[in-house]
């Protein structure tokens, strides 16, 4: 075999690593699935301003390392992705601590300890680049060693990973003092901080696997879809067969707004808005890889009146490679076996997010709208919810005058009211919503023969009242249950 050695320039690689794209508090992120893979308690994100030398340390209670098993993880790329893996670990290429790390500083340690027996091993890039090696130092140097005892003390279990160095602080003119710069720094503490709650909310919900802590405050989790709300929508989940494996997709449509009081609303907007959290929820061993977004699906972009529409896609590691999951863990690709499957589960979530939104406008419409539009009236009155027949209503109102004497009238106006008691208005003021409340006369689309001859006599009578063929035209057209089918008048 004739072949040529070709490795990589340690300064390129370097570079290389660095320039993934990672942000910062999805770095962090990265070392924190290190901690929970080493089934950590507690785990502890330190940010401490101090200019050009300000640094950001994690800390841990898990099990630590072995001084092979320290120099094997701080080794890039030490494994593939098809190595065999823990129940427990998120990691997949090998990679996730180096490249973490090196896009956000320039010196990294690693201290770890296990039966009290502690090791350390530091990558400064500055000594990779002057030397052209890895060279992995085993003394991090008096700083750097005593930031260690200040941070993890006697610690006998456990690892620290410190960044020093700081990407964008050292090697400028930041002073610790510069008061512009040090709330910038800990703005990004504060993105971090919302970003843990939603990356790692099924690590810390009750009973929580473990504790997360920013800054000295326990971190609370972001569920994107009110699973606990009592007015959430929970549509049926599916199991979608991916080889010898299954990925679980299970919809929600979330409260309407006046559903919510005003902290709950502002909490579930998530860190993207409404707007920008609906869709897909991408979900590898519980941790959270992709927080909404329409996985590039055609035809599905974010629009408002989708953004009650929120839906879990759960996949088990063994089908990483399959959705492409990246080293940041920060974008998926779906298969396309199941590009059909998750198009249609979007397309009913939308609709069901859309008319949900649409009816809730309808029950605001029903106390503060047109008094034409409604069979019914509902309201609540001293903590109780009043159901009152809409005696403004034409066929109503004929019957109460008398001109609506003709047994065909009388039965028209039963009709109506019975196809039209306001299940959906109950719901939105008393109890859970669900996605199988009736449909007037079978729902939207063209209407039926009986509800043209509803519709024909509530215009004939609004003829009666005065009204002109294109105005009641345009009443049946903007009411209930007419204003979801075709008929005649909107023709």
Not at 443 to 454: C, M
């Amino acid at each position: 075999m004739d072949f040529d050695v070709a490795a990589p320039d340690p300064a390129g690689m370097v570079a290389s690593l660095s320039s993934l794209g990672y942000s910062l508090p999805a770095a962090v992120a990265d070392l924190v699935d290190n901690s929970i893979s080493a089934e950590a308690r507690n785990i502890d994100v330190d940010f401490t301003w101090g200019g050009q030398n300000s640094w950001i340390a994690v800390t841990d209670d898990g099990r630590g390392m072995t001084q092979p098993e320290l120099v094997t993880a701080m080794t890039v790329a030490a494994r593939g992705p098809s190595a065999k893996r823990s129940a427990t670990d998120l990691g997949r290429f090998g990679v996730g601590l180096k490249t973490a790390s090196f896009s956000q500083c320039r010196k990294l340690t690693v201290a770890t300890a296990r039966d009290g027996v502690r090791h350390v091993r530091t990558w400064d890039l500055g000594v990779v680049e002057h030397y052209k090696e890895w060279r992995l130092l085993r003394d991090p140097g008096d700083t750097t060693t005593a930031l260690l005892h200040q941070i993890a003390g006697s610690m006998r279990h456990g690892t620290v990973v410190l960044w020093e160095q700081l990407s964008g602080y050292h090697n400028t003119d930041v002073t610790s003092s510069d008061e512009r710069t040090q709330a910038q720094f800990y703005a990004e503490a504060e993105r971090t901080e919302a970003h843990l709650s939603m990356v790692f909310a099924r690590f810390l919900q009750r009973p929580a696997r473990c504790r997360i802590r920013v800054r000295g405050s326990g971190l609370t989790p972001w569920d994107p879809f009110l699973s606990t709300h009592p007015s959430v929508q929970r549509i049926p989940w599916e199991p979608l067969p991916l080889g010898p494996v299954s990925v679980r997709v299970e919809p929600f449509v979330l409260p309407t707004p006046q559903r919510l009081s005003e902290a709950e609303y502002e909490s579930a907007a998530g860190p993207k808005g409404w707007l920008g959290q609906q869709g897909f929820y991408v979900y590898r061993r519980d941790r959270l890889i992709l927080p909404g977004g329409w996985l590039g699906i055609r035809g599905l972009r974010h629009e408002e009146k989708y953004n009650l529409a929120r839906i879990a896609v759960d996949i088990p590691a063994e089908a990483d490679a399959d959705w492409s999951v990246d080293v940041r863990k920060a974008s998926v690709v779906p298969p396309v076996s199941l590009r059909g499957h998750l198009a249609r589960i979007a397309r009913y979530t939308r609709d069901a997010a859309s008319r949900s939104a649409r009816q809730r406008g309808q029950v605001v419409s029903r106390a503060h709208g047109d008094p034409l539009r409604f069979a019914w009236n509902v309201k609540r009155h001293d903590g109780r919810i009043v159901l009152r027949i809409n005696r403004k209503h034409p066929l109503v109102k004929a019957a109460i005058d008398g001109q609506g004497s003709k047994a065909g009238d009388v039965r028209s106006m039963i009709r109506l009211l019975e196809e039209t008691v306001p299940v959906t208005a109950l719901r939105m003021l008393h109890e859970t919503d669900t996605v199988d409340d009736p449909e007037p006369f079978g729902g939207p689309g063209p209407a039926a023969p009986e509800t043209v001859d509803i519709a024909r006599r509530v215009y004939e009578v609004l003829l009666s009242y005065g009204h002109t063929p294109a105005d009641a035209r345009g009443v049946l057209s903007s009411m209930s249950p007419f204003d979801e089918q075709k008929g005649f008048w909107n023709s």
